[in-house]
């Protein structure tokens, strides 16, 4: 009976206000219409105007199309009330963008609310910008927030947004760009893009939703992400303070550069998280010893009772429900060798900081989920209703122009690694402020696997915005997606037997940068194979000489992993070489009796027997090692390997995370593979 009345529970959510019968609409003049009525403050006046007639909850506010309305002062939304604020499709010309919303740059006006929502609040194709502008549009971001604050007269706060583009939100009053201060509220996002939410000082903060720093006695009963996009952040759901969401759901969503938690904490009682895309999630790292647990990228799940879940809730770990289902996961190349520090395996990468730090200190790659949150999933005997299956871990989607100012971040992750001084690290923010559209970035992707990884064969990701050049890709999705909504709540309700992991096969033989490197005592070493065959593994010393051999067999076609052994302890007491950031790798594969990557082996042998140059041949050879993209063409054959680095995504073309190998002593238990 419980699980019947949460599944009607649901669908109330889902049916639109704007079903609820709207009698008169009211075209509001924008900031640049002077026939009257317009300037600043005209949907202020608008909006008032309605609140003193009375008929507020029965009008829709419609803005025109690149319209610009300029707030000077809050919406303030009554209790018992609906606000609705609409406008037309946009279309692809700066003349059809969203209208956009935005601060008056005029002194002396309280913004720390752009809306505060004591009633209901329904938008639709708009565009809300968190900051204020001036004469020469260059505009400055501004610390405000949409309020969701409790309903005094039903003590339920229904939001609900509609292809609306959050921009540019930062900490503000210690909560999110939608912050929670309700007893009860029910959210909805539905084609929504939370862009930019990039604060220029604190890591944790820039949110797209959010209860406030401190708070206590706040709840969300249900809230629902389904394709969005979520670019460019602190956090994407933030829970603190016994603060939690009864029922989560994320569907077909694209998440790429959080700073910190994906979604916080692990306090899930309902959680579906299903055919979204996570790139770059948690870029602060995980920083710990050798048997330390990370939070992971993607999911976290606490215990209830436990240190990390220690308040009351009504329910047990065994009554939980959480579906983690054909999602794909990735950290891209620059920001692995940005955390790795410099040396002959990563040459480019590094940084004043990683190239110091003790291991403890020093930033690694969180995983898509810890093998404490595995445990969840591996236990269906104690946890019935918890599920994973059809996850590509470590699979790269090629975004054609991810908004990703990548010498930024790198600049905002230092400054948080040391003297925790401020950058803005936002994408393209000018284009922001000045209302550009189209947007500069588009993440279609190029990534064949995943373009039908989703359920029912459909792409993982926001399926509305970035696959707009093949518009019948979401219309096929829309006319299933009632189906494939009821197809994920039955697997949430019902929990599906078994784990079923995938990791992608590789496309190509890789040998990436040993993480962390310098490293004492331990490091982790990443490698592929496309096709079976015969592998050998081997570390050798700055002279040449072979420190261990990891791998010595055939192996099948997959991302690898290899035996364990102290870095150092054959090395030569005599040499420097037992310095172990100058130790050197060697992946040699044999398919069919023909050595398929014998030019690297070939490479090292040259190398390190002129010692006199060896450094600097070391570090040549080692930057094929590290990033070699063997062509067929070289198979058996003579020619060099093609430098990962020279790639290009928008021309399709991919690299490939590999599986871990480590080097260990003691064991290492920070990284986890789910291949």
């Given at each position: 009976?419980?699980?019947c009345?949460?599944?009607?529970i649901l669908?109330?959510v889902?049916?639109?206000i704007?079903?609820?019968g709207?009698t008169?609409?009211v ?8 026939s009257?009525g317009?300037?600043?403050?005209s ?7 309605r ?5 507020l ?29 609409v406008a ?8 059809t963008?969203?209208?956009m ?6 002194g002396?006006?309280?913004r720390?609310?752009?809306f ?9 194709n708009i565009?809300l910008?968190?900051a204020?502008?001036n004469?020469?549009g260059?505009?400055?971001q501004?610390g405000?927030?949409?309020?969701i ?6 003590n ?11 921009d540019?939100a930062?900490i ?5 760009a939608?912050?929670?201060s ?10 929504c893009?939370?862009r ?9 903060y820039?949110?797209p939703v ?5 708070t ?7 809230i629902?992400?389904e ?8 956090y ?9 969401a009864?029922?989560v759901r994320?569907?077909h969503?694209?998440?790429?550069n959080?700073?910190?938690f994906t979604?916080?904490?692990g306090?899930w ?5 299903t055919?979204s895309?996570f790139v ?5 790292g995980h ?8 939070n992971?990228g993607?999911l ?15 329910f ?20 692995t060798d940005?955390?790795?520090?410099k ?5 480019t ?15 690694r790659?969180?995983?898509m ?16 209703y ?6 590509y ?7 054609l ?9 790198k600049d905002?992750?230092?400054r948080?690694w040391?003297?925790?001084s401020?950058?803005?690290w ?9 209302q550009?559209?189209?947007m500069?970035?588009q993440l ?7 373009k039908?990884?989703g359920m029912g ?14 518009p ?32 992608e096969?590789?496309?190509e033989?890789?040998?990436s ?9 331990a ?12 592998v ?7 002279l040449?000489?072979?420190v ?8 099948a ?10 870095p ?9 070489a ?17 050595p398929v ?16 140059q060896?450094?600097?041949?070391v ?7 590290a990033?070699?993209?063997v ?7 003579v020619g060099?390997?093609?430098p990962?680095?020279?790639r290009?995504e928008v021309?399709?073309?991919t690299?490939?995370?590999?599986g ?10 920070e ?5």
């Amino acid at each position: 009976m419980k699980n019947c009345v949460r599944v009607l529970i649901l669908l109330a959510v889902l049916v639109p206000i704007s079903l609820f019968g709207q009698t008169d609409t009211v075209d509001v003049k924008d900031f640049f219409d002077q026939s009257g009525g317009g300037g600043g403050g005209s949907l202020n006046a608008a909006v008032t105007a309605r609140i003193n007639a009375g008929t507020l909850s029965n009008t829709v506010f419609r803005l025109k199309p690149y319209g610009l309305y300029v707030l000077n002062a809050t919406i303030v939304v009554p209790a018992g009330k609906r606000l609705t604020i609409v406008a037309a499709d946009p279309g692809t010309t700066q003349l059809t963008a969203p209208p956009m919303i935005c601060w008056t740059p005029t002194g002396g006006i309280d913004r720390t609310y752009n809306f505060n929502c004591f009633g209901d609040i329904y938008l639709k194709n708009i565009w809300l910008l968190y900051a204020d502008t001036n004469t020469d549009g260059a505009g400055t971001q501004v610390g405000t927030n949409l309020e969701i604050s409790t309903d005094t007269t039903d003590n339920l706060n229904i939001a609900e947004f509609e292809n609306v583009i959050i921009d540019y939100a930062n900490i503000a009053s210690g909560g999110g760009a939608i912050t929670v201060s309700a007893t009860h509220a029910r959210l909805k996002f539905t084609n929504c893009y939370f862009r930019n939410l990039t604060d220029t000082h604190f890591r944790y903060y820039g949110r797209p939703v959010s209860f406030r720093f401190n708070t206590t006695g706040y709840h969300i009963d249900s809230i629902t992400f389904e394709n969005c996009t979520i670019a460019n952040v602190g956090y994407m759901l933030m829970q603190e303070g016994g603060e939690y969401a009864d029922t989560v759901r994320i569907n077909h969503c694209t998440i790429l550069n959080t700073v910190m938690f994906t979604l916080e904490s692990g306090w899930w009682n309902w959680l579906s998280v299903t055919n979204s895309i996570f790139v770059n999630p948690f870029m602060f790292g995980h920083f710990g010893n050798e048997t330390s647990t990370p939070n992971g990228g993607a999911l976290n799940i606490d215990s209830v009772g436990t240190a990390n879940f220690n308040f009351s809730v009504p329910f047990t770990d065994a009554q939980r429900h959480i579906l983690f289902a054909n999602n794909s996961y990735y950290i891209e190349k620059w920001l692995t060798d940005y955390m790795a520090p410099k040396g002959p395996n990563n040459p480019t990468g590094g940084n004043v900081y990683s190239d110091t730090a003790s291991f403890a200190n020093l930033p690694r790659p969180q995983p898509m989920m810890s093998e404490k949150t595995k445990s969840f999933f591996n236990n269906k005997a104690a946890f019935p209703y918890m599920s994973m299956l059809n996850n590509y871990d470590s699979t790269n989607p090629g975004f054609l122009i991810p908004p990703t100012n990548i010498e930024a971040i790198k600049d905002f992750l230092l400054r948080k690694w040391t003297d925790n001084s401020d950058v803005n690290w936002a994408f393209d923010p000018h284009s922001d402020v000045t209302q550009s559209w189209p947007m500069n970035e588009q993440l279609r992707y190029t990534n064949a696997t995943l373009k039908t990884a989703g359920m029912g064969g459909f792409p993982l990701g926001d399926l509305y915005r970035w696959w707009g050049s093949q518009p019948q890709i979401y219309q096929d999705w829309k006319a299933q997606s009632a189906a494939e909504r009821q197809a994920i709540m039955n697997m949430l309700t019902n929990g599906v037997t078994g784990v079923e992991e995938v990791s992608e096969v590789p496309r190509e033989y890789t040998l990436s940068q040993n993480f962390p490197n310098p490293f004492n005592p331990a490091t982790q070493i990443e490698y592929s194979l496309p096709v079976k065959g015969r592998v050998s593994l081997r570390v050798y010393n700055l002279l040449g000489m072979e420190v261990a051999t990891l791998v010595e067999g055939e192996q099948a076609a997959d991302h690898r992993q290899g035996q364990q052994v102290h870095p150092v302890q054959q090395a030569d007491d005599q040499h420097d070489a037992r310095d172990p950031r100058h130790l050197r790798l060697e992946l040699g594969a044999v398919h069919d009796g023909v050595p398929v990557a014998r030019e690297l082996e070939r490479g090292r042998e040259q190398d390190v027997a002129r010692e006199d140059q060896v450094v600097g041949d070391v570090v040549q050879d080692d930057e094929a090692l590290a990033g070699a993209r063997v062509r067929p063409e070289d198979i058996g054959g003579v020619g060099l390997a093609e430098p990962l680095d020279q790639r290009s995504e928008v021309q399709g073309q991919t690299d490939q995370e590999c599986g871990r190998d480590e080097l260990e002593h003691p064991p290492v238990h920070e990284h986890v593979s789910l291949s």
